[in-house]
């Protein structure tokens, strides 16, 4: 099973409270950016996970009509910025095993670096710009995940 995890696009730093913090128009635009580099790599996304924050419902809603997604979405409070890395990693090897194909998790610092070292214990947490993408595949029967690939929006602007 593949798993895209990605951070959500950069937010605006003031809010009633952090949950309630929304993106920034460079978040937007930077999240649609990631999902038109993402839809040309030709995954096919089965299921998806999203933190309850604002932010990254955003994010999700932003990337939504660019990426062929299913409709519905989970929203997981362990998906929050100081999240349960063990207990997400071990619903998504659950869902490997399941037959679910790819998951899109949309959440937050630190807890998308540290659910990269949950799932492929020979990688260090990696840090993610905001609406950075990284790719870690699981192999259904073990559990064990390898670190395929992670790709910024700065790293896309590079590429032109």
Not at 121 to 148: K, L, Y
Request: hydrophobic share 40%; charged share 20%; with cysteine.
């Amino acid at each position: 099973m593949q798993v895209l995890i990605m951070r959500h696009g950069d937010a605006v730093p003031d809010a009633a409270s952090d949950a309630q913090r929304p993106l920034s128009a460079r978040g937007y635009d930077e999240s649609r950016k990631m999902a038109s580099w993402l839809n040309n790599q030709q995954l096919d996304i089965d299921h998806i996970l999203v933190s309850p924050y604002l932010r990254a419902r955003q994010t999700l809603e932003a990337i939504r009509g660019l990426l062929p997604l299913p409709e519905g979405d989970e929203c997981l409070p362990e998906l929050t910025p100081g999240g349960d890395a063990g207990f997400v990693g071990s619903y998504l090897q659950a869902l490997a095993k399941e037959g679910t194909e790819a998951v899109l998790v949309v959440s937050h610092l630190p807890l998308v670096g540290y659910l990269v070292a949950e799932l492929c214990p020979a990688e260090n947490a990696p840090m993610f710009a905001t609406s950075g993408i990284a790719c870690v595949s699981i192999d259904a029967p073990s559990g064990r995940g390898v670190f395929d690939w992670q790709v910024s929006p700065a790293q896309l602007a590079l590429k032109r």
